[in-house]
């Protein structure tokens, strides 16, 4: 069984608009108080009823809040108890060591509610329109840009800065089958965003950086606005457009790009980064200030808009198998006699060993040895004496 995701963009009118902030406002407050509920009265509601508070027993007392309460009443019973189930399951994750602990949702931060696939219905009217029936809310047009495939499953609107959106779940898709063999080594860099061992190159669209500026500018008009004015409330949000924009664009290249690798290769073999780890600030403290912080900044914008951990989760989801390998020495060692030595790699795109006077390029020949410690896992590479003595200096 497949499944699969559809995102639109929703052109909501006036009370439309409106009705959807009710209906993410009191799937909120429902949120919020069950939370409130399960963390400081569980003791009590467990004295007094002899119950545990869990996903039967507080949709129990939602049943009964939505008799006393006209504006909880009024927006549809399945948001609601969709949000109890999902409030169920982040405890799940809690407990099991998976997430942390639930928080408050706040309002222009967490404004969504959900739907059971079966309420909904979906009609196109045109090549480039589309609407869906919402129960309560009624018909919702959206830029229906491709097709919906398989059976309706559940739907989610939710609020972005670029407008309200809607993504509709399917299963039993019609998806073309990844593929289940052959392995592909990837090194993941800055430059050259993905390199494959068998040299196919993977470049960010050229939008983002288009965008990107564009965000700069914002933001430094952004910074001579008065806090709390109406000026600096639009430049606010016209930062908050271009990033999300940007995150859009990044997120929809890099699942082009490893569903093309997972159809075409049944293992993807990466190095085991800790990206959290490398885009740390190197700022410091007042005693202990760091060094090159302007350097480093800069270097973790740029890890950081590839988007190196996105790329890893979407591999392990969508490939057949992931391995992943030790990453020392990957772009200093000779893929083609397995020597190490610091000084192969001339520059950023070059290398050229120094022990055979093998050359390729860098991100290439890095990534042939991802390859290569992904087959063979216990074959640790051969580092030379000058490579040892820029480790461990005298």
């Known amino acids: 069984m497949s499944f699969r995701g559809f995102t639109y963009m929703l052109k909501p009118d006036a009370l439309q608009e409106e009705a959807f902030l009710q209906f993410a406002g009191v799937c909120r407050l429902v949120w919020n108080l069950a939370l409130e509920q399960r963390r400081d009265h569980w003791r009590t509601y467990q004295a007094r009823t002899g119950d545990n508070l869990n996903y039967v027993t507080q949709a129990r007392e939602l049943t009964a809040l939505r008799r006393e309460v006209d504006f909880i009443r009024a927006v549809s019973q399945t948001t609601q108890q969709y949000a ?41 009217l045109n090549n480039r329109w589309g609407r869906v029936r919402l129960p309560k809310i009624g018909w919702v047009k959206f830029r229906m840009t491709r097709n919906l495939s398989g059976k309706l499953t559940e739907a989610t609107v939710s609020l972005t800065p670029l407008g309200w959106q809607i993504s509709i779940g ?18 993941r860099g800055v430059s050259v965003p993905l390199m494959l061992s068998d040299g196919t190159v993977y470049m960010l669209p050229e939008r983002l950086d288009v965008i990107e500026r564009r965000a700069r500018k914002a933001q430094r008009i952004l910074a001579r606005r008065k806090r709390g004015s109406n000026r600096h409330a639009l430049a606010r949000k016209r930062v908050a457009a271009l990033k999300a924009k940007a995150a859009r664009i990044r997120k929809h290249w890099a699942h082009e790009t490893t569903t093309d690798i997972c159809r075409n290769h049944g293992t993807a073999v990466i190095e085991r980064l800790r990206t959290r780890d490398m885009t740390a600030s190197a700022a410091g403290t007042v005693e ?42 990957t772009s200093q060692t000779c893929s083609c006699r397995g020597a190490v030595d610091s000084r192969s790699r001339k520059n950023q795109a070059s290398f050229v060993c120094t022990t055979c006077g093998f050359h390729a390029n860098a991100d290439h020949n890095a990534a042939l040895n991802i390859l290569y410690r992904g087959n063979t896992p216990v074959v640790e590479p051969q580092v030379t004496a000058a490579s040892k003595r820029k480790l461990h200096p005298v």
């Open 84 to 124: 109890l189930k999902a409030l169920d399951e982040a405890y799940r994750r809690f407990f099991k060591s998976l997430g942390g602990y639930p928080q408050p949702k706040k309002k222009g931060v967490n404004d969504a509610f959900t739907f059971n696939g079966r309420e909904i219905a979906v009609e196109r």
């Open 170 to 187: 399917c299963k039993d898709c019609d998806i073309r089958d990844f593929a289940t063999e052959g392995a592909v080594g990837i090194d």
């Open 288 to 329: 202990e200030p760091g060094r090159n912080v302007a350097q480093k900044r800069g270097l973790n914008r740029a890890i950081l808009n590839v988007g190196w951990h996105q790329i890893e989760t979407m591999l392990f989801y969508k490939a057949h198998r992931v391995v992943k390998v030790d990453p020392r020495f």
